[in-house]
């Protein structure tokens, strides 16, 4: 084992703002940007090694298949999980997770076809599927930020009753609250199912990063007619080197062989590359990270007390993402889902009055009004002085 820093206290405010990408761009010099999914982390030695290594040779053509990319996953599954549920000679290369999910959609629906979500989700959940022809259908989750199955349950028998080949889009873990379904949820998840006729594919992106307490199940290793989609972009800070793989269970093997075989040309070798360096040789990298998510999420609870103490937080099981709700604060938007970027109600307040950019709750659809996402992958002293400046909001 080596013995890496916390990733997360590596670089400046001054060092991330030289960079080029969307968090740090975005917004004016005067905004500390805590919204979108990237992180402020150096990518791990062996994954910038790897790809070093790749321009010193010119190594810079197209991507030459699978194999390599879903071994490393195979084995990082099978040594974080201790599930060896992985067939490398079935997995797909896809470009990046949603455009994946979409691929797989095309071949488990029919266009018209409805696919649930549970709200609120990751906004992309509801303009990928819309503009792949298919219909949203929302179950709220609970109180608590977890799977409601009633909810679910009902969802499930409105999109079987309007026909078709009904789907189910799993955030496991989910974005943005955080929540790590426990294996007793994702049971009963599959046996509704399996009852009403529905189809899951897994969002299985953030599956890396669950933090102490909690522990995460594939999806796969319980319904082997679904198909998870997944890729090392957001554990090892890689949406720059896209690449993706979409993995079926035994009984789903033969619908993702009808994917056209161009989808394999959309990702970026250099991300395949990037990627299965990642779950092969990124273990103590990860490892120093999660302990670094872990302080920050304990920070960020403390600094909620300090400065924000009417506002409720649950502390995220997974991902590096808190769910806040400002509803005490009287605030309040509107519940219809829109682009990432958009504003309203407590985000907008944010960063009109306190120079913090979040991610706006309403984008995230039902339930979502009122509330802010925040990223937590940066340093503390960001994260201090980003809760210190929030403490000054006002409706």
Not at 43 to 52: Q, S
Not at 141 to 156: H, K, M, N
Not at 183 to 206: M, P, S
Not at 348 to 355: E, M, P
Request: a negative charge; one cysteine or more.
């Amino acid at each position: 084992m080596v013995t890496v820093d916390n990733p997360l206290e590596q670089l400046t405010v001054d060092d991330l703002r030289r960079r080029t990408s969307m968090k740090w761009r975005a917004y004016p010099p005067d905004v500390l940007p805590l919204w979108v999914a990237e992180m402020d982390v150096m990518p791990a030695a062996p994954i910038t090694a790897a790809l070093r290594s790749a321009l010193d040779r010119g190594d810079t053509g197209y991507p030459s298949g699978a194999r390599d990319y879903a071994r490393a996953l195979a084995g990082f599954a099978q040594r974080r999980w201790g599930w060896d549920g992985i067939d490398v000679d079935t997995a797909q290369l896809v470009p990046d997770v949603m455009m994946g999910i979409v691929e797989v959609l095309k071949l488990v629906t029919d266009p018209g076809d409805a696919v649930v979500v549970n709200t609120p989700v990751y906004p992309p959940f509801f303009a990928f599927t819309e503009h792949a022809d298919r219909r949203v259908i929302g179950a709220r989750l609970s109180s608590t930020g977890r799977i409601d199955l009633a909810s679910l349950e009902t969802a499930f028998s409105r999109a079987r009753t309007t026909g078709g080949r009904p789907a189910f889009l799993l955030a496991n873990p989910h974005n943005p609250t955080g929540a790590v379904h426990t294996v007793d949820e994702l049971t009963a998840v599959a046996a509704l199912a399996r009852e009403y006729g529905v189809r899951v594919v897994a969002d299985e992106i953030h599956a890396p990063l669950v933090l102490d307490g909690a522990r995460f199940t594939p999806y796969l290793s319980l319904d082997d007619t679904a198909v998870a989609v997944t890729s090392a972009s957001k554990a090892w800070n890689l949406p720059g080197v896209k690449a993706a793989l979409a993995v079926p269970g035994a009984a789903a093997v033969d619908d993702l062989r009808r994917m056209p075989e161009e989808v394999s040309h959309g990702p970026s070798h250099l991300g395949v590359l990037a990627h299965t360096v990642a779950y092969s040789d990124g273990e103590d990298w990860l490892d120093a990270l999660l302990v670094g998510l872990a302080s920050n999420r304990e920070l960020v609870a403390r600094l909620m007390i300090e400065h924000l103490p009417a506002v409720g937080y649950q502390p995220p099981e997974g991902t590096y993402l808190a769910w806040l709700d400002c509803r005490p604060l009287g605030f309040d938007d509107a519940a219809e889902p829109g682009a990432v970027g958009d504003l309203a109600g407590p985000a907008k307040a944010f960063l009109d009055q306190c120079r913090v950019a979040l991610s706006s709750g309403h984008v995230f659809g039902d339930g979502g009004g009122g509330h802010v996402r925040v990223n937590l992958a940066t340093s503390q002293a960001i994260l201090t002085e980003a809760f210190t400046r929030m403490a000054a909001v006002h409706p």
